[in-house]
């Protein structure tokens, strides 16, 4: 099992901190909604499980390793040289100017469901980047268009 960049990123942050960190803040880190750090979590769990090594979390108090300095630093070797997976995510700059591309090529109306199936996002990130291009492109007093498709049954 692999991990990806950003998973990666996550396990030296945890491994970093003589605190518990807590979602929101790898997620503000990490530029993602918290539900991506969940599943990202998940997964850095099953990779640590391989290796014999837990994270421990309480809900209000975050997430950290409960391990020695030895092994905090056995486990950041690891981290450092095992083979990392293309996770086709963007960085949050990249991403958003994919977005930006998107929006001002496409002839009408895109749905945040296609936009999110584009760039592989949740539609929580989605929406918070929809929101910073909003007041880049109001500087150029330009303006995103959100309508309400209303669907019947």
């Known amino acids: 099992m692999q991990l990806t960049i950003r998973q990666k990123e996550i396990v030296k942050q945890l491994l970093n901190s003589s605190t518990p960190i807590i979602t929101q803040t790898l997620a503000d880190n990490e530029h993602v909604s918290v539900r991506t750090i969940k599943y990202d979590l998940k997964r850095i769990r099953e990779?640590?499980?391989y290796r014999s090594n837990e994270l421990i979390s309480r809900p209000h108090a975050g997430i950290w390793f409960q391990i020695d300095a030895n092994e905090a630093q056995r486990l950041?070797?690891?981290v450092d040289t095992v083979a990392q997976i293309d996770d086709g995510y963007l960085?949050?700059?990249d991403r958003m100017q994919l977005l930006l591309l998107i929006?001002?090529?496409e002839p009408g109306y895109i749905t945040i469901q296609q936009l999110?199936?584009?760039?592989n996002v949740s539609h929580t990130t989605l929406?918070?980047?929809l929101?910073?291009?909003g007041q880049y492109l109001s500087q150029?007093?330009?303006s995103l268009v959100n309508k309400t498709i209303t669907a019947l049954s």
């Open 140 to 142: 150029f007093h330009v």
């Open 103 to 105: 929006l001002l090529q």
């Open 76 to 78: 950041r070797q690891e």
């Open 91 to 93: 960085r949050p700059s």
């Open 131 to 133: 929101r910073k291009i």
């Open 116 to 119: 999110q199936t584009r760039i």
């Open 47 to 49: 990779w640590l499980g």
């Open 127 to 129: 929406k918070n980047d």
